[in-house]
């Protein structure tokens, strides 16, 4: 008999919390491979390209089709999607609203694929998982409204881009700092 012992995933969320609980949410979602397929720098400026348009379109569908949700700040970078999300009650489950998310944009991006030519998915669209933060004080909500606000001129520092400098941001540190 094999013994096949595989590494242990590191948890992603918060052990013994409840993400049903109302509040502010920190969210980062990153493409598979972190390709960029969203859009690209021009002069400095973020262009989204229509694949992230369509992720924009779906982030703001989420609060018209969800009266417990509302989508505050946001951006839509070349690879990745930050954003803050409010739940206003405890009937939504933060992970089912991420992976509703995922999926819209996934087959829609499919959708895309088959319609408008958009380049052809050699895996799937995001990453396994996402990136979340519980926001639990105002202080930290205005850095992280300041932080998705300032992510494109930040875009050479972000440590998804895959041309990053030598001297990355690291927004966790930095978060863990202010409380």
């Known amino acids: ?35 960029s397929r969203f859009g690209k720098f021009k002069n400095d400026d973020l262009i989204l390209n229509d694949i992230g348009r369509m992720i924009e379109s779906c982030y703001l569908g989420l609060e018209r089709e969800n009266d417990e949700v509302d989508c505050l700040d946001y951006v839509v970078m070349p690879n990745h999607f930050h954003c803050i999300i409010r739940l206003l009650s405890d009937n939504i489950y933060l992970p089912d609203l991420i992976r509703m998310f995922k999926s819209k944009t996934s087959v829609l991006y499919i959708q895309g694929v088959k319609e408008h030519s958009w380049p052809a998915l050699d895996q799937r669209l995001w990453q396994r998982g996402y990136y979340e933060h519980i926001i639990r004080c105002d202080r930290v909500f205005n850095y992280i409204r300041d932080y998705i606000f300032h992510n494109p001129e930040r875009w050479y520092y972000d440590r998804i881009n895959p041309l990053c400098c030598s001297e990355p941001d690291d927004i966790n540190r930095k978060i863990k700092m202010l409380y």
Not at 9 to 31: A, C, E, P, Q, W
């Open 1 to 35: 008999m094999i013994d096949k012992t595989y590494p242990r995933r590191k948890r992603m969320r918060l052990m013994n919390y409840d993400y049903s609980l109302h509040g502010d949410y920190f969210v980062t979602i990153v493409t598979q491979g972190r390709i």
